[in-house]
């Protein structure tokens, strides 16, 4: 069965700065997609930023960006310039195409709590 | 606002009492999904509708059923609600096609059971 593991429970980063979010995850499917979600203190679970497994070029999105590594399949999140704003909660989520019957349905990891300093 | 519509946004059952939450997308999305999340957890998914008509399990159904009622509405019932299900519910939607297509959350249930 297929896995996420978020390993940072808990991150801080001073405003402006740059923080990068760890997540690994473990299949034996060649294509599978990959998101970024932030859940904000109001609960709405917002999406960030999705990369396609068969996509070489990593996906951004303005302030963010991954680094993908499909070899050793880990997937992180960058936030450059960091802003109060990105203060939440982030999960990493798996997605197959090929899930046995469920197809479509997300994996979530556990989540990082991500602090932003002023 | 175009988007996952959840209600109520917040409830406290008795143990033993039942519950229908309610979700309605607007997005002719195919797909609708119901997730539970608990402290220090991922969400984790419940039961999900590939298309109207069909239901099917995910990773933890026990103790809830569901209704695809049409396309645009799917519910999540608990017939005998126990502790162990204080959670807060999430119901998502997609497009069936295009696994590259984001889940669509709704603002989530936050349910206590007493």
């Not at chain 2, 019932?77 to 807060?88: D, F, I, M, Y």
Request: charged share 20%; glycine share 8%.
């Amino acid at each position: 069965a297929q896995t996420v593991t978020q390993s940072q429970p808990e991150m801080s980063v001073q405003e402006a700065e740059t923080v990068t979010l760890s997540c690994t995850y473990d299949t034996s499917e060649s294509d599978y997609y990959l998101f970024w979600y932030k859940q904000p203190p109001s609960r709405q679970m917002i999406l960030v930023i999705r990369q396609e497994a068969y996509k070489q070029q990593n996906a951004t999105e303005n302030r963010f960006s991954v680094n993908f590594q499909k070899a050793a399949k880990s997937f992180s999140l960058k936030i450059s310039d960091s802003q109060l704003g990105d203060a939440a909660m982030y999960f990493c989520a798996y997605r197959g195409v090929n899930y046995g019957g469920s197809q479509g349905n997300l994996i979530f990891g556990k989540g990082t709590k991500l602090s932003v300093k002023p | 606002n175009a988007g996952v519509t959840q209600t109520p946004k917040f409830q406290v059952l008795k143990t033993g009492q039942s519950m229908t939450l309610q979700c309605a997308q607007d997005m002719n999305h195919n797909s609708m999904y119901w997730y539970r999340q608990d402290p220090g957890m991922g969400l984790r998914l419940i039961y999900y509708s590939a298309s109207e008509g069909t239901t099917d399990k995910g990773e933890v159904p026990n103790g809830y059923n569901v209704s695809r009622l049409n396309k645009r509405e799917f519910s999540l019932r608990l017939e005998s609600a126990a502790p162990s299900q204080t959670s807060v519910y999430f119901c998502a939607s997609s497009p069936r096609d295009g696994f590259n297509q984001p889940q669509h959350f709704g603002d989530g249930t936050r349910l206590s059971i007493l």
